[in-house]
């Protein structure tokens, strides 16, 4: 086989591969689409994330027992340091 055949040959097959890959491309773009339209129908915007629900809200007692949590070990710390 001749060089120009060999190329003739590789064109060919590049292009079949083009060709499969713009189609596997147009899936994708596809794909996007209907994720896009979901989320809208969803009320998010494009490129954010979905809200929280408020489940994991922390409650005022539970915030007080922290800030106690935390202000007992600060005063270990301090006592420890000698100020």
Known sequence: MSWQRWIQGAVRALKREEASLEKELGKVRERIVDLETLAKKNGLAAGSSPRKSGSRRLSPQGRAAIS????KRW???R?????
């Open 75 to 77: 005063a270990e710390y």
């Open 79 to 83: 006592k420890k340091k000698g100020n």
């Open 68 to 71: 106690r949590a935390a202000k």
